[in-house]
């Protein structure tokens, strides 16, 4: 069952109306509506339960078991991302509408309903009610009466539970496109990409799970549904512990990278040059794992590693880092230190010790003569490569106190002469291809910012 919290709420301005009265007028008329159908229809389901002879006894107990664990499986919700949860509460529904009847399976839903409460929202809350009243009661009535054309055991449980299940997503979602059209001008279309299709997989599974439970109790008896039913909560509340573990280790590994860009933001404090080098070669990074084809995490994987490539500088005395000349051997060897201190830095948070090997091997050679490791060719990780040939055409196209700035047509010949010594030529060729195709100031890393690449590298780690 899907419910908004905004749906029955003030208008929002820009709605389909000519005015915010119109759409206020409209909505409230739309809820009213909804509202006296519940009613009736309850009037029409407590007849049915009392004439109909297929339906089964109404029962007190039933329905206070299943409301329970309508309840249990509503405070198991698992949040998908963008605001959107999801729950086992189609599981309680389904299966008090296709044991109790229409009338039992409507109070079961209600009855599960302080878990959708929201004080001082009468209105939302009536609609939300009457939404439950009418959508798991005509699931039910479609279940009973497909039930009673099938004598065989098995279709007589798949073809009702197919057709009830169909049913209730068509009228649940029926149901909210005036309200959300009214109140908030989304089309049905929209509605039905943004807050129905992603739940499509959940109540398929919860679908199949319900109709074994259901083939059980009808062949097997009560006994046996029992015996089912108990592992079925615990999965649901062993997926609730998992999406709380996942959760918290992202929210974990989100406080370390935020951690990792204050570390860079305070280098940048003390090296201006710093920052939007790591945006540049954040952003080349990127683009060239994407050149070679490298899957969605490996290309995150490279930009976040180019971003955080220089942390371990901040390690480096300010006498030594920001001096004009030419760096003595004791000096160059503290330098050095950098890419140890910046993996230093990156695995003692869990989450990045990959990222931190990557960071540790960005100045390696494809001939075996770079550093810390003297690592060779393929030895070297992949993405290491990467971030090393962006850093090093990075630092020839930018303004340092020590070298001189390099024009992007000379810094390229310069990739091309170290392709196969210094540089992967594998990942040369790639980076090269991508340089041409950029414009000029993309080719002098003019169109890279910390903040933004910062920022983008957040939204790579979210959706990988």
């Given amino acids: 069952m899907v419910v908004d919290s905004a749906e029955a709420s003030s208008p929002v301005p820009g ?72 729950s086992a509460a189609f599981l309680a529904d389904f299966l008090a509408a296709t044991i109790l009847g229409p009338l039992g399976g409507a109070l079961v839903a209600v ?58 997503q068509t009228i649940n ?73 996942r959760d918290l280790a992202q929210s974990l590994e989100q406080f370390s990278l ?19 080098h790591s945006a540049a070669v954040a952003l080349y990074s990127y683009d060239t794992a994407a050149e070679l084809r490298l899957s969605s995490r490996e290309r995150a994987l490279a930009h976040l590693g180019g971003l955080l490539h220089d942390v371990g500088k901040i390690s480096i005395p300010d006498s030594i880092l920001n001096c004009p000349t030419t760096l003595g051997e004791a000096e160059w060897e503290v330098v050095q230190g950098h890419a140890g201190a910046g993996q230093e830095i990156l695995s003692n948070m869990t989450e990045f010790e990959e990222l931190g090997r990557i960071i540790l091997h960005h100045h390696e050679r494809f001939d075996g003569q770079g550093y810390p490791r003297g690592l060779e060719s393929g030895d070297i990780p992949l993405v290491s490569r990467i971030v090393a040939i962006a850093d090093s055409y990075s630092a020839m196209v930018s303004e340092r106190p020590y070298s001189r700035k390099r024009e992007p047509e000379e810094a390229m010949a310069e990739l091309r002469s170290a392709s196969g010594s210094q540089f992967d030529p594998y990942v040369a060729e790639a ?14 890393g003019q169109k890279a910012d910390f903040r933004v690449q910062f920022q983008k590298v957040r939204f790579l780690r979210d959706i990988t």
């Fill in 15 to 86: 709605g389909v109306a000519t005015g915010q009265s119109a759409q206020l007028d409209w909505s409230r008329i739309y809820v009213g509506a909804v509202v006296l159908g519940a009613l009736a229809f309850l009037g029409l389901m407590t007849l049915l339960q009392a004439t109909w002879s297929h339906l089964p006894r109404f029962s007190l107990i039933g329905i206070l078991f299943f409301t329970g664990i309508g309840i249990f499986a509503d405070s198991q919700r698992i949040r998908l991302g963008n605001g959107m949860e999801v």
């Fill in 431 to 444: 980076f090269l291809a991508v340089l041409s195709r950029g414009d000029e100031d993309y080719r002098r």
């Fill in 258 to 276: 935020e951690m990792a860009g204050s570390m860079l933001t305070a280098l940048d404090l003390k090296d201006n040059y710093t920052g939007q």
């Fill in 111 to 168: 009855g599960a309903f302080p878990g959708w409460f929201e004080r001082g929202n009468t209105s939302r809350n009536l609609f939300v009610v009457s939404s439950f009243v009418l959508t798991t009661g005509v699931t039910a009535i479609v279940y009973w009466f497909t039930a009673g054309l099938i004598s065989n055991d098995f279709l007589g449980v798949v073809v009702p539970g197919v057709l009830a299940a169909a049913t209730y």
């Fill in 173 to 245: 979602f029926g149901l909210f496109v005036p309200i959300m059209y009214f109140r908030r001008g989304v089309r049905p279309l929209s509605l039905f990409h943004e807050a129905f299709a992603p739940f499509v997989p959940f109540h398929v599974f919860f679908l199949f799970i319900s109709l074994v439970l259901l083939f059980s109790f009808n062949n097997y008896g009560t006994a046996s549904f029992l015996l089912y039913l108990l592992p079925v909560l615990g999965l649901v509340y062993a997926f609730r512990a998992f999406a709380r573990e």
